[in-house]
């Protein structure tokens, strides 16, 4: 786990709150040695600490109106990923309670409900994802970023030898481009986008309120091989393949001239958006991979769109629910015979 500890305490040493998640019982004995070292570093050299570093682990501490959260984190996690979760914790622990905190007596109970909270706060800053890049699911990723709402960098990170680490500035472009797609069309902070090309390469951005997450993937042998047989079917013929296949709320079938014209026709404002995604996403793609980018999947709670480039034509899906990414992944492999 990137995070090991999270816990609220006074500056004399008294534990208000700590996480149940990562709770181990010893609260008041790490508060009241922690506080220690506060008085010590104050007191004989005029400074304050603000990290504690032991073998395995560290403390990271951040002292706000009489308060010291404490956040105890593993070697693994990116010191200004710590420092953002740790603050946005602070912010909203100090804005709900600061009433109580200033009639406090010693009845920890209030702070009780800070648990849901704070629960809520690591998951909108992709805690619970980042333990799987950081872990578990290391091995299938190229690379991946964590970015602030702001897109302040907060985790680049590559498994790959000679990774090109110019590519982690255009991991932005992709976060921008999901953010305008949710907030524009759908009113929201939440939503994942799938752009994948025809030879497997895969960038998976993720949404949340604090935070964007952007994966680089490599899908093994992955490779569409009857492309080129949809040049010759007809506007009907596609709808029909591809309505059996998703069942859509709607289809809407571009050619290249037509796609153009989108930036003049006010009631296509929907797909004009995605397709200014779809464009940034080509760019992006031709720079890290050299190739061309095939299909575009966004997902949010209750919406989502597909964008599929074909030869000589471009289909925009439109849903008007939520769309699993694992079912609209094993209904497009049964459209292009792909060889994997």
């Not at 110019?166 to 991991?171: C, K, N, Q």
């Not at 080129?228 to 709320?249: A, H, M, Y």
């Not at 995605?274 to 190739?291: H, I, P, Q, R, V």
């Amino acid at each position: 786990m990137l995070i090991k500890r999270i816990l609220i305490i006074t500056a004399d040493g008294i534990p208000l709150f700590d996480f149940e998640d990562y709770t181990r019982g010893d609260e008041v004995l790490v508060s009241g040695l922690l506080a220690g070292f506060l008085r010590f570093a104050e007191e004989t050299e005029k400074e304050k600490i603000s990290r504690v570093i032991l073998e395995e682990s560290q403390f990271i501490l951040s002292l706000a109106e009489d308060l010291v959260f404490i956040f105890q984190i593993s070697d693994n996690m990116p010191y200004e990923y710590a420092e953002y979760l740790i603050t946005k914790i602070s912010n909203e622990f100090l804005s709900l309670y600061r009433e109580q905190l200033v009639a406090f007596r010693g009845q920890v109970s209030v702070f009780r409900g800070f648990q849901c909270i704070c629960r809520k706060i690591l998951d909108r800053c992709g805690i619970y994802i980042a333990n799987e890049l950081f872990f578990e699911k290391s091995k299938i990723s190229k690379a991946f970023g964590i970015y602030s709402d702001s897109l302040e960098t907060l985790v680049v990170q590559a498994h790959e030898q000679n990774y090109n680490f110019d590519s982690f500035a255009i991991f932005h472009l992709f976060s921008k481009c999901l953010r305008k797609i949710t907030a524009s069309l759908w009113n929201s902070k939440l939503g994942i986008a799938y752009h994948l090309s025809l030879e497997g390469s895969l960038i998976l951005t993720i949404s949340l309120p604090y935070v964007f997450i952007v994966i680089a993937i490599k899908i093994e042998d992955f490779n569409v091989s009857t492309f080129k047989e949809f040049k010759t079917k007809s506007n009907q013929q596609l709808k029909d393949t591809f309505f059996e296949r998703f069942n859509p709320t709607d289809i809407e079938i571009y050619s290249r001239r037509s796609l153009e014209s989108l930036k003049k026709d006010k009631e296509k404002h929907k797909h004009k958006i995605l397709c200014d995604s779809f464009k940034a996403g080509e760019e992006g793609f031709s720079y890290l991979y050299n190739t061309k980018l095939f299909s575009q999947f966004i997902m949010t709670t209750n919406n989502a769109s597909i964008i599929f480039k074909l030869p000589n034509r471009t289909l925009f899906l439109d849903f008007e629910e939520h769309k699993s990414a694992a079912d609209s992944f094993e209904e497009l492999s049964k459209i292009f015979t792909l060889r994997s």
